[in-house]
């Protein structure tokens, strides 16, 4: 999804470049935590409607044109894994919340598989 952002982005494309910052902020949030929260934050609050797995979702400020959300996993107290990009919630209305703890389930669930395969 980056990847596709960032070429976008480069092309010129308003959208594109606007998504970008939008996450890569919200990246940086990430970055900036010395360890993983326990309380929702402005930025940063649990998902009501996690599955099997607390995930937190990351958001930015009211923009009507765009609402960009991240879904992080903390497996540990250091470490965040981002499990889903809505990179343009806005147009998907309350239908990504529905799904988004089944979603994010199967993907950590991955995650989880090919850390243990690893040698």
Request: charged share 30%.
């Amino acid at each position: 999804m980056l990847d596709h952002l960032e070429e976008r982005a480069a092309t010129g494309d308003r959208a594109a470049i606007t998504l970008l910052a939008l996450v890569t902020r919200q990246l940086e949030v990430l970055q900036d935590l010395s360890a993983a929260p326990v309380d929702d934050l402005p930025s940063l609050r649990r998902v009501r409607q996690s599955r099997r797995y607390q995930v937190w979702r990351l958001s930015h400020p009211y923009r009507p044109e765009h609402a960009v959300r991240t879904i992080v996993w903390f497996p540990d107290g250091r470490h965040a894994v981002v499990a889903l990009f809505a990179n343009d919630k806005a147009q998907m209305g309350d239908v990504f919340y529905d799904s988004v703890g089944t979603r994010a389930d199967q993907i950590i669930d991955r995650w989880i598989r090919e850390r243990r395969e690893k040698p």
